[in-house]
């Protein structure tokens, strides 16, 4: 920039090439703090301790957080799922004990809706049999 030009350069002129560019050393000092994480220090405090519990175990789990375990489709090995929410409460049937999931931005957007337009059941939820079905505390 110019000393003519206080508020930037003036209309319909460039700016330098120079004002753009970072120097290498210059870009070195601005991220020197990013590369080595063991400057930072940062506040280590316990784990939080979240014990599940089985849907079975309460009255009501409707719009409860829930983290399902299933077998990962990947790996072939159990996994656990969240981000997911209670669509119905525990029923049974010939089968077995039975709940309605869906996720949890879905739920929202279902219990967002009037009463009296809204769906009996959450669009997309699905029957989970209960087994491997546990509320997260917190929620």
Same mark, same amino acid.
């Given at each position: ?19 753009? +560019? =970072? ?11 990013? $590369?080595?994480?063991?400057?930072? #220090?940062? @506040? !280590? ?5 979240? +014990? =599940? ?11 409860? $957080?829930?983290?399902?375990?299933? #077998?990962? @489709? !990947? ?65």
């Amino acid at each position: 920039m110019k000393a003519d030009e206080p508020n930037g350069p003036a209309e319909g002129s460039q700016a330098s090439s120079e004002s753009t +560019e =970072l120097t290498d050393e210059a870009f070195e000092a601005l991220t020197a703090d990013l $590369r080595d994480p063991a400057d930072v #220090r940062y @506040k !280590q405090y316990p784990r939080p301790s979240l +014990e =599940l519990v089985s849907v079975l175990d309460l009255p009501s789990v409707i719009g409860k $957080r829930l983290v399902v375990v299933a #077998r990962s @489709k !990947q790996s072939g090995k159990p996994a656990s799922y969240s981000n997911l929410r209670a669509a119905s409460e525990v029923f049974t049937d010939e089968a077995g004990s039975w709940i309605r999931i869906a996720e949890e931005w879905r739920w929202y957007m279902w219990v967002a809706l009037p009463e009296d337009s809204r769906p009996p059941m959450c669009p997309r939820s699905k029957a989970r049999p209960t087994v491997n079905v546990w509320v997260d505390p917190l929620s």
